[in-house]
């Protein structure tokens, strides 16, 4: 073991060396990293940094540059709490950087989807705010028995809200929010799957209370089949995803897993056991059907009101996805009519002088209703089989 220069100093936030410095201040032009050399430059602050990782560099850096720190005190004189590294400390560097690659998967801005938006669905939204707002909200109440849910699934057709309610635990929830498909726990390199889940559930430890979501989780984690119908890597992922889950119920960190599928059916009966609540997310009810209507197409004052009535009951089987495009096709029959007066012009009319766009008439939604049908519908009896074998459910 060789002795480093006094000159060597440790950067202990993000685990690289500072460069060594000349008699006369400078910065050598060759860095010194944790083992590895290749791809590093040194900034002008002297410490060692790789391209890969210098946009979570740059963001720690700038996080609050606009006040003066001193031994963690604000320059008004006030106690500064001190920052939490955007990083836990890893034993090796090939881990840290599987570490900042999951770090973009962190939604950072928000979505913009309140509980409001989302119609219906009160059961799902019930349980999302037990699992995920209340403890945080009141912790006092959440302990021993009465810990927090640490796994929701939610089932049922496509089209139905399922994203739109990851969404709104994104937006009205204050905890981080890792948005995880199967391109971001699967690489090509033999371990290295394993590996980014369990540094992803560090991540979420680290960062906690945190919220990491499994969308098309059938994708990743289906039923095991035998060694010979499947293969290895596939079984070390879906053995380390159940590992880690069931690891979160010895920590303290407040970790809460969302997933989501079309396909519950298909789910590892392992998994089925850690996703604690497994929530129906059903095709909408007559009363949502009606609100939605009223968003999507509100009658204009000075215009007959639309036969709501008749669009709700003309709608049944219709997923929340197929309502939008109904509405979408029926706000387009009349401008499709004033497209066509338009194109007859030879001359080309300027922005302010564009006539207006006519009302929705009757015939517009019977053109709407004919050309737009319910994509959804057909597996509705297996979800409701399976909602009454392993769904969960709220007794009022």
């Given at each position: 073991?060789?002795?480093?220069?006094l000159?060597t100093?440790?950067?202990?936030?993000?685990g690289?060396?500072?460069?060594?410095?000349?008699?006369?201040?400078?910065?050598?032009?060759?860095?010194?990293?944790?083992?590895?050399?290749?791809?590093?430059?040194?900034?002008?602050?002297?410490?060692?940094?790789?391209?890969?990782?210098?946009a979570?560099y740059?963001?720690?850096?700038?996080?609050?540059?606009?006040?003066?720190?001193?031994?963690?005190?604000?320059?008004?004189?006030?106690?500064?709490?001190?920052?939490?590294?955007?990083?836990p400390?890893?034993?090796?560097?090939?881990?840290?950087?599987?570490a900042?690659?999951?770090?973009r998967?962190?939604?950072?801005?928000?979505?913009?989807?309140?509980?409001?938006?989302?119609?219906?669905?009160?059961?799902?939204?019930?349980?999302?705010?037990?699992?995920?707002?209340?403890?945080?909200k009141?912790?006092?109440y959440?302990?021993?028995?009465?810990?927090?849910?640490?796994g929701?699934?939610?089932?049922?057709?496509?089209?139905?809200?399922k994203?739109?309610?990851?969404?709104?635990?994104?937006?009205e929830?204050?905890?981080?929010?890792?948005?995880?498909?199967?391109?971001?726990?699967?690489?090509?390199?033999?371990?290295d799957?394993?590996?980014?889940?369990?540094v992803?559930?560090?991540?979420?430890r680290?960062?906690?209370?945190s919220?990491?979501?499994?969308?098309?989780?059938?994708?990743?984690?289906?039923?095991?089949?035998?060694?010979r119908?499947?293969h290895?890597?596939s079984?070390?992922?879906?053995?380390?995803?159940?590992?880690?889950m069931?690891?979160?119920?010895?920590?303290?960190?407040?970790?809460f897993?969302?997933?989501?599928t079309?396909?519950?059916?298909?789910?590892?009966?392992?998994?089925?056991?850690?996703?604690?609540?497994?929530?129906?997310?059903?095709?909408?009810?007559?009363?949502?059907?009606?609100?939605m209507?009223?968003?999507?197409?509100?009658?204009?004052?000075?215009e007959?009101?639309?036969p709501?009535?008749?669009?709700?009951?003309?709608?049944?089987?219709?997923?929340?996805?197929?309502?939008r495009?109904?509405?979408k096709?029926?706000a387009?029959?009349?401008?499709?009519?004033?497209?066509?007066v338009l194109e007859?012009?030879?001359?080309?009319?300027?922005?302010?002088?564009?006539?207006?766009?006519?009302?929705i008439?009757?015939?517009?939604?019977?053109?709407?209703?004919?050309?737009?049908?319910p994509?959804?519908?057909?597996?509705?009896?297996?979800?409701e089989k399976f909602?009454?074998?392993?769904?969960?459910?709220?007794?009022?």
């Amino acid at each position: 073991m060789t002795d480093e220069p006094l000159s060597t100093r440790w950067s202990f936030q993000f685990g690289r060396k500072k460069a060594p410095q000349s008699e006369n201040g400078e910065v050598p032009h060759t860095a010194v990293s944790n083992g590895s050399s290749s791809g590093m430059t040194a900034n002008g602050n002297g410490y060692v940094t790789d391209r890969p990782a210098m946009a979570i560099y740059e963001q720690y850096r700038n996080q609050d540059r606009s006040s003066t720190h001193s031994n963690g005190v604000l320059s008004n004189g006030s106690e500064e709490k001190p920052q939490k590294s955007l990083l836990p400390p890893f034993e090796s560097v090939e881990m840290r950087n599987l570490a900042e690659s999951l770090s973009r998967d962190i939604i950072r801005g928000s979505p913009d989807v309140k509980w409001e938006s989302i119609k219906g669905l009160e059961n799902a939204k019930r349980l999302l705010k037990e699992a995920v707002v209340m403890p945080i909200k009141y912790p006092k109440y959440f302990t021993g028995l009465l810990s927090p849910w640490k796994g929701i699934l939610l089932f049922g057709p496509p089209g139905t809200g399922k994203t739109m309610l990851a969404k709104a635990v994104a937006t009205e929830c204050n905890t981080t929010f890792f948005n995880i498909s199967a391109s971001s726990v699967v690489s090509k390199w033999r371990g290295d799957s394993e590996k980014l889940v369990k540094v992803l559930f560090e991540l979420a430890r680290h960062h906690a209370p945190s919220t990491i979501f499994l969308d098309e989780i059938d994708a990743i984690i289906s039923q095991r089949g035998e060694a010979r119908s499947e293969h290895e890597a596939s079984r070390r992922l879906k053995t380390e995803l159940l590992i880690q889950m069931d690891g979160l119920m010895r920590t303290e960190e407040l970790v809460f897993v969302l997933a989501a599928t079309n396909l519950p059916w298909e789910l590892d009966a392992a998994m089925l056991r850690r996703l604690e609540k497994r929530i129906l997310v059903p095709l909408p009810e007559p009363e949502a059907r009606r609100a939605m209507f009223g968003e999507l197409l509100p009658s204009q004052p000075d215009e007959d009101e639309l036969p709501y009535d008749l669009l709700v009951e003309r709608t049944e089987g219709y997923s929340g996805s197929d309502i939008r495009l109904l509405c979408k096709e029926t706000a387009m029959q009349p401008l499709r009519r004033l497209m066509a007066v338009l194109e007859t012009r030879q001359d080309v009319v300027p922005d302010d002088e564009l006539p207006k766009v006519g009302p929705i008439r009757y015939e517009d939604i019977e053109a709407a209703l004919k050309n737009t049908r319910p994509s959804a519908h057909l597996h509705a009896h297996r979800y409701e089989k399976f909602n009454d074998d392993y769904g969960s459910q709220i007794l009022e």
